[in-house]
């Protein structure tokens, strides 16, 4: 969902266990400021170890006279197309492959190209046409009937109005402090020192885990290209040990995306939501609300700025008999961003920067949060044995500041707790067959806070097999 769906698994599950969690409205500046240096950085970065714009204008044209020169030469044209569509002139680069399949029709590999270049161009119907073309005859490698497959498949899908995206994920999780306790048991209790119940201090557990995504657009059909999304998302995970911490999410958004302009990649999206957490094998939490969201899309850059309310309510239970203290309300702005690099191929950057206002009954529950998150997800193509399989590595870095309101009595009565995070880590996903796949993930996270009984680590590790369609 949204521009981190390389990591979908790691956004499903971490959306639901921070969901009633928050940042610091002092922080605002350095957020924004560390994510438009994240993002200057790295396309400058990249902008200097490869040709400028200007410079793969200039090797275009060179390299055009010389197909005028050269008109059967096909390493001259595929060269010429290769510029052209990092230029994102993709009607020159299908120029330049038309006239070498007019010299040679056994060109498997550049008819697979031209059904990618009109795939991008929205033209699905050329698209499947040109990689049907690809798969004819004897002498095809196996990668491109693997690739063509795929791509077969999500034509038929984009050409039908109603277009359907699901991911899944089942397997194991362990980490270090899975009850997010302190590291010790002296602690601050009615401003004093204490010693906290053992049961309460830093404790590992693996849990089983099992996450999914489903997306349905309908397509309007019309000139604007406007359609209605609807997204739900589920996450469960039961731990061997302790089970009260046990955490089932289940949450929807429905909401029209209308164009605006003509072909100015821009749209806007309203949507109205809902969810419901369960906690311990019980119901914890239910939240409804809405939000608008942007999104501007060029070959370069996609960016989506958005702000979102959402009306909380808790329910007590055993296991937490205080819950209802946090019954509020949030409001979350939002800026998602990605694009690729120009250093190396097959390497994005995606970016989220967020601040959070939430309001509670009691008011050291209160707080405001802010956030950042960054991550290179980097793709190959044909790792190990099956050269048409794909293989993403994602690193993955972030942190969070947060100031609470009010402080507890019950812990220090004169002191307003703040906390800042930070987390770091990668995943994997591999695919084995078609849209069978594994993913792994590593991370770990540092709290510091200026309550002692607050400060916390954390290392994870979880991995299973995944599909997607």
């Given at each position: 969902m949204g521009v981190f769906q390389g990591v979908a698994g790691r956004n499903v599950c971490f959306s639901a266990m921070r969901l009633f969690r928050c940042g610091s409205a002092r922080a605002r500046c350095l957020i924004s400021a560390a994510f438009a240096a994240g993002v200057l950085v790295s396309t400058s970065v990249t902008a200097q170890a490869e040709p400028s714009k200007e410079e793969l204008k200039s090797q275009e044209r060179a390299l055009f006279k010389q197909t005028l020169i050269q008109p059967n030469n096909l390493d001259i044209a595929f060269k010429y197309s290769e510029v052209a569509t990092k230029l994102g002139d993709f009607e020159a680069a299908i120029g330049a492959l038309e006239r070498m399949l007019?010299?040679?029709?056994?060109?498997?590999?550049?008819?697979?190209?031209?059904?990618?270049?009109?795939?991008r161009l929205g033209s699905y119907e050329q698209a499947k046409s040109y990689f049907n073309a690809a798969v004819t005859g004897p002498n095809v490698p196996p990668e491109v009937r693997e690739r063509v497959a795929v791509f077969v498949r999500e034509t038929e899908r984009r050409v039908s109005p109603n277009q359907f995206s699901f991911y899944a994920q089942t397997g194991f999780r362990f980490q270090t402090n899975a009850n997010a306790g302190p590291g010790n048991a002296f602690i601050r209790a009615l401003g004093q020192d204490a010693v906290l119940d053992s049961r309460f201090v830093r404790r590992s557990d693996t849990n089983w885990f099992a996450l999914s995504s489903f997306r349905h657009v309908y397509d309007f059909e019309n000139q604007r290209g406007d359609?209605?999304?609807?997204?739900?998302?589920?996450?469960?995970?039961?731990?061997?040990?302790?089970?009260?911490?046990?955490?089932?999410?289940?949450?929807?958004?429905?909401?029209?995306?209308?164009?605006?302009?003509?072909?100015?990649?821009?749209?806007?999206?309203?949507?109205?939501?809902?969810n419901e957490v369960g906690l311990g094998d019980r119901q914890y939490a239910l939240s409804g609300g809405g939000g608008v969201s942007l999104a501007w899309t060029t070959p370069y850059l996609e960016i989506a700025p958005g702000i979102e309310f959402r009306k909380r309510?808790?329910?007590?239970?055993?296991?937490?008999?205080?819950?209802?203290?946090?019954?509020?309300?949030?409001?979350?702005?939002?800026?998602?961003?990605a694009g690729p690099t120009v250093m190396i191929d097959n390497l994005r950057w995606q970016a989220r920067v967020s601040a959070v206002d939430s309001t509670a009954k009691q008011a050291y529950y209160s707080y405001q949060q802010v956030a950042f998150d960054f991550s290179l997800p980097y793709e190959v193509q044909?790792?190990?044995?099956?050269?048409?399989?794909?293989?993403?590595?994602?690193?993955?870095?972030g942190f969070s500041l947060t100031d609470y309101a009010r402080p507890n009595a019950l812990i220090e009565p004169t002191v307003t707790r703040s906390d800042t995070e930070y987390r770091f880590g990668g995943a994997l996903d591999m695919q084995l067959y078609e849209a069978v796949g594994f993913g792994v993930q590593?991370?770990?996270?540092?709290?510091?806070?200026?309550?002692?009984n607050y400060r916390t680590s954390n290392f994870l590790v979880s991995g299973g097999p995944n599909v997607r369609f």
């Open positions: 007019f010299y040679n029709q056994d060109l498997p590999r550049v008819k697979l190209e031209l059904g990618l270049l009109y795939f359609t209605f999304e609807t997204n739900v998302s589920t996450y469960y995970a039961r731990q061997f040990k302790l089970s009260a911490l046990n955490l089932g999410f289940v949450e929807i958004d429905a909401g029209p995306r209308l164009a605006i302009g003509e072909n100015a990649g821009l749209s806007i999206r309203p949507y109205v939501l809902g309510e808790y329910s007590n239970t055993p296991d937490y008999p205080t819950a209802r203290e946090q019954l509020g309300q949030q409001i979350i702005g939002y800026v998602s961003a044909g790792f190990a044995i099956q050269k048409g399989r794909k293989l993403t590595i994602a690193p993955f870095a590593v991370q770990y996270g540092r709290i510091y806070s200026n309550i002692k």
